[in-house]
């Protein structure tokens, strides 16, 4: 089944102590970005990334680390996560231009940091 | 920032009844995208309008774009009870980015 997944779906942590979304796509996509969502401001793009080893800020980077080492994985990183980055967040991947930009999203991860 | 604008804000219908949403936009796109969301569950894609196109049909959902009102609707007929979810427009500029700039939703309430 093509799918994005994200884990964990779930995570309570406290201020300062590093974690990591992951997120991976089936579908061989070269396209993959991450959103948060957040009551009344909608959702928003942190990162994104064109292929393996090409990434580049979206709109709300800071705070954020990514990498992109293999095609079907896109790690989100915060290294010091603060409690205003308590949100819904979203992985995201498509074809590429040639083949389509129809996103597909992952399940989502609630994190919450204390 | 916010491209889309989807309006209205809350919409509560009957089973059976039509559910219309507009969303509006501002800048130049590349396509525009409508998404449903099922309360704090991810986001399902439902159809792709391109720019260049002035109308879409998937199942009981129509689509129409106008670019010379930037603006959206999306049409569900004969709505379900299933149908209940928050909907978005999101919008795609153009350029390498695929992002997609989402609007604040319309949240959609089917009756039994």
């Known amino acids: 089944e093509a799918q994005v997944t994200q884990n964990p779906r779930y995570l309570i942590t406290v201020t300062g102590k590093k974690l990591t979304v992951t997120c991976s796509q089936n579908?061989?996509?070269?396209?993959m970005s991450w959103y948060r969502q957040d009551p009344g401001l909608g959702l928003r793009q942190i990162y994104y990334s064109m292929n393996v080893e090409v990434t580049d800020k979206g709109d709300v980077p800071e705070g954020y680390k990514v990498s992109r080492k293999e095609k079907r994985n896109f790690p989100l990183i915060l290294e010091s996560p603060s409690p205003n980055q308590t949100s819904l967040y979203f992985c995201?991947?498509?074809?590429?231009?040639?083949?389509?930009?129809?996103?597909?999203f992952g399940p989502g991860t609630r994190l919450t940091v204390l | 920032s916010q491209q889309g604008e989807e309006d209205p804000q809350a919409l509560s219908i009957q089973e059976g009844e039509n559910a219309t949403m507009n969303c509006s936009y501002k800048t130049s796109i590349n396509n525009l995208q409508w998404y449903r969301q099922n309360s704090g569950r991810g986001l399902v894609h439902l159809i792709l309008?391109?720019?260049?196109?002035r109308e879409k049909h998937s199942g009981r959902l129509r689509v129409t774009l106008d670019t010379s009102k930037k603006s959206s609707s999306l049409l569900i007929t004969a709505s379900r009870a299933a149908d209940t979810a928050s909907y978005f427009c999101a919008t795609r500029s153009g350029g390498s980015n695929y992002k997609l700039t989402f609007g604040k939703g319309t949240l959609l309430t089917v009756n039994p």
């Open positions: 995201a991947s498509a074809a590429g231009a040639t083949r389509g930009d129809t996103q597909y």
């Open positions: 309008i391109r720019s260049n196109e």
């Open positions: 579908m061989n996509h070269e396209y």
